[in-house]
């Protein structure tokens, strides 16, 4: 028996996922959209933290509207397009912006940045202190899979 439990504890060790690892398969974040939809604001947007490990965290979100202009001062996003479609406007300046919370400012738009437009499969990455928006045309929609990374 002990010859048994020798040689089989380290393949149970070596089979253990280690800490604060996830797999999110594609079926699983494509079928987010519905799960989202009943949880939108008024602003048209349902999000769901998916985990959260030290400086980074992990949410899925859905859009069926525009976004207000953000700013973070110490968080860099990336974006990995699900569905559907968005322009994300990035850079220049938000006119109006007020602090919503520490180190985040939104306001209502962006003037001068940079038009972009999302489609799935596509990948972003906004650094902190950059002006960003999202913007969804009528009757479209958009979910992406979101990473969040602190300085």
Same mark, same amino acid.
């Given at each position: 028996?002990?010859?048994?439990?020798?040689?089989?504890?380290?393949?149970?060790?070596?089979?253990?996922?280690?800490?604060?690892? @996830?797999?999110?398969?594609?079926? =699983?974040?494509?079928?987010?959209?519905?799960?989202?939809?009943?949880?939108? !604001?008024?602003?048209?947007?349902?999000?769901?933290?998916?985990? #959260?490990?030290?400086?980074?965290?992990? #949410?899925?979100?859905?859009?069926?509207? =525009?976004?207000?202009?953000?700013?973070?001062?110490?968080?860099?996003?990336?974006?990995?397009?699900?569905?559907?479609?968005?322009?994300?406007?990035?850079?220049?300046? @938000?006119?109006?912006?007020?602090? !919503?919370?520490?180190?985040?400012?939104?306001?209502?738009?962006?003037?001068?940045?940079?038009?972009?437009?999302?489609?799935?499969? =596509?990948?972003?990455?906004?650094?902190?202190?950059?002006?960003?928006?999202?913007?969804?045309?009528?009757?479209?929609?958009?979910?992406?899979f979101v990473i969040k990374v602190s300085k």
């Amino acid at each position: 028996m002990k010859r048994i439990v020798t040689v089989l504890f380290p393949l149970l060790l070596c089979g253990a996922e280690p800490a604060g690892f @996830v797999h999110w398969t594609s079926k =699983d974040l494509k079928g987010y959209e519905q799960k989202l939809k009943p949880k939108m !604001t008024e602003m048209k947007i349902g999000t769901e933290q998916l985990g #959260s490990w030290g400086n980074h965290m992990a #949410s899925i979100s859905h859009r069926e509207g =525009d976004g207000e202009a953000e700013v973070h001062a110490e968080v860099a996003d990336f974006f990995f397009v699900q569905t559907g479609e968005a322009t994300l406007v990035v850079g220049g300046e @938000v006119p109006g912006a007020k602090t !919503t919370a520490p180190n985040e400012m939104r306001g209502p738009k962006i003037t001068g940045g940079e038009h972009r437009k999302l489609l799935p499969g =596509d990948v972003v990455h906004i650094p902190a202190k950059t002006p960003h928006q999202l913007l969804i045309e009528k009757r479209k929609q958009f979910t992406y899979f979101v990473i969040k990374v602190s300085k």
